[in-house]
């Protein structure tokens, strides 16, 4: 540890050229099992792994969490074979062929393997070189990344593949672990500023799919607004400037060191962020040290740097009176809204209330209204609780996509799913790729097949339709 801290403290303030934000219009899709690992998007793979399909996800080997503790011996080689042949250079090439600008890429806190209590957590390691790897590929092709903390410290929502352990003792919502997680964002935030191969991640999301309940996510306003302090706390310490955030900022001849040291003790955080940076320098040093082996460079000054976008779910996702995640803005801030209609609870199983519904969204208003603008749609797809005929599908992709780009843009779930026996015919409503191979989704993605498909649908000031 001595020579991490060492090592650190010789490394000036230097960083990466100036980042661009998100793209102006966000046309996008999520890289999901990847790095996070759902099984039931490659139900093939899975079980030639080791794993298990059960009803219920909690009592079998169904999550990382359950493959990690049953294999301990072989997961890390198992999930290398994974995530290398998952996601990888040809996947790239596909994304960029069909017109794709931004990625969402789900990370575990595990990713972190610092964070990890290995005595009662159990998941493979060597995710954040894979990481790395994909982050220079997607550099090269000029694509846009949104990192998404997807499955978090102490698992954040009951019996989900998604949050890497699939449990109804729901944990996150505890100073213990909100702290493991604003050490993740910590530490990101720094590996996005610091490392060559993060210059084009544009933004952090903090959480994935939280409870929808507010009153069962006790302290999570607070954690919102640590959140973003713990980002512009991190960005304070590399000189990076948000205008918006009332501190002076820092001599540009500081080291690493000094500078979390000094933004640990500026009063315009709070304690807890402030003990956030303190806990985190020893895992930054060690990461930094292995760029550094890595052959990873660092130029230009901080104050030309851009801030991180910090990004939440919608305030609209919870209710029972949830915190507004825009009280916590400081600096360039977005919100996401996920939407799928094949889980019930949005509009009527049937074509035209489908359509219906989705032509008349009024989401991106309702948001905007609370301050939670600028929305996108970082996850939807084509599935429904219905047969859907191919008429239906090319009319459902354009209808979505209509309503969606309203707002800031959209990003579909999933890229792929896996096409095999075992997955039947998954991939035609949950691939992007696939969706545009069969044509329900254009290979512009800013085109629609019928632009007009929302005129029949949508309703008049005096309650009828077009």
């Known amino acids: 540890m001595h020579s991490f801290l060492l090592y650190i403290a010789t490394v000036?303030?230097?960083?990466?050229?100036?980042?661009?934000?998100?793209?102006?219009?966000?046309?996008?899709?999520?890289?999901?099992?990847?790095?996070?690992?759902?099984?039931?998007?490659?139900?093939?793979?899975?079980?030639?792994?080791?794993?298990?399909?059960?009803?219920?996800?909690?009592?079998?080997?169904?999550?990382?969490?359950?493959?990690?503790?049953?294999?301990?011996?072989?997961v890390d080689a198992k999930f290398?074979?994974?995530?290398?042949?998952w996601f990888n250079q040809a996947d790239v090439d596909a994304l960029v062929n069909v017109g794709i600008n931004t990625v969402r890429i789900p990370l575990g806190y595990w990713l972190v393997e610092d964070l990890v209590d290995r005595t009662t957590e159990f998941y493979p390691r060597g995710g954040l070189d894979q990481l790395r790897r994909g982050l220079k590929q997607l550099k090269a092709a000029g694509i846009k990344v949104i990192l998404d903390h997807h499955a978090l410290p102490g698992v954040q929502t009951a019996g989900q593949m998604f949050t890497g352990r699939c449990t109804n003792d729901v944990q996150f919502y505890t100073p213990y672990n909100y702290h493991r997680a604003l050490m993740w964002t910590a530490v990101m935030t720094t590996m996005s500023h610091l490392d060559p191969d993060f210059s084009t991640v544009a933004a952090i999301e903090a959480v994935n799919e939280p409870i929808m309940d507010a009153t069962q996510t006790p302290g999570y306003g607070d954690f919102q607004k640590n959140f973003v302090q713990t980002v512009r706390a991190t960005e304070f310490a590399l000189g990076i400037v948000t205008p918006e955030l009332k501190a002076t900022p820092l001599p540009a001849s500081l080291n690493m060191t000094e500078g979390f040291n000094k933004a640990a003790s500026t009063p315009e955080f709070?304690?807890?962020?402030?003990?956030?940076?303190?806990?985190?320098?020893?895992?930054?040093?060690?990461?930094?040290?292995?760029?550094?082996?890595?052959?990873?460079?660092?130029?230009?000054?901080?104050?030309?740097r851009e801030p991180l976008i910090t990004n939440f779910m919608d305030i609209n996702w919870q209710h029972n009176s949830p915190s507004n995640p825009a009280d916590?803005?400081?600096?360039?801030?977005?919100?996401?809204?996920?939407?799928?209609?094949?889980?019930?609870?949005?509009?009527?199983?049937?074509?035209?209330?489908?359509?219906?519904?989705?032509?008349?969204?009024?989401?991106?208003?309702?948001?905007?209204?609370?301050?939670?603008?600028?929305?996108?749609?970082?996850?939807?797809?084509?599935p429904t609780q219905f047969a859907a005929s191919e008429d239906f599908l090319h009319k459902w992709a354009d209808a979505q996509k209509f309503s969606y780009s309203k707002g800031a843009g959209w990003l579909f779930w999933n890229f792929k799913v896996e096409i095999s026996d075992a997955a039947g015919d998954l991939a035609r409503q949950w691939s992007y790729l696939e969706g545009v191979k069969r044509g329900y989704l254009n290979k512009d993605p800013a085109k629609l097949n019928d632009p007009h498909v929302c005129d029949p649908y949508i309703i008049a000031n005096n309650g009828t339709k077009a």
């Open 270 to 304: 709070s304690t807890e962020v402030q003990s956030v940076l303190r806990d985190s320098i020893p895992i930054v040093a060690r990461l930094l040290l292995s760029i550094a082996i890595d052959g990873g460079a660092r130029s230009s000054s901080g104050a030309n």
């Open 80 to 85: 290398k074979q994974h995530w290398s042949t």
């Open 328 to 382: 916590a803005k400081i600096g360039p801030q977005g919100y996401d809204n996920h939407l799928y209609y094949s889980f019930g609870g949005v509009a009527d199983a049937n074509e035209n209330a489908y359509l219906t519904s989705v032509c008349n969204l009024n989401r991106i208003e309702a948001d905007a209204e609370l301050n939670n603008s600028p929305l996108w749609f970082g996850e939807w797809g084509l």
């Open 12 to 74: 000036s303030l230097t960083l990466l050229g100036v980042r661009a934000g998100l793209p102006d219009k966000i046309y996008g899709v999520n890289l999901g099992s990847w790095l996070v690992l759902e099984a039931w998007m490659l139900p093939a793979e899975w079980a030639a792994m080791g794993g298990q399909t059960c009803n219920d996800c909690s009592t079998c080997i169904a999550s990382e969490f359950a493959f990690a503790k049953a294999f301990p011996t072989t």
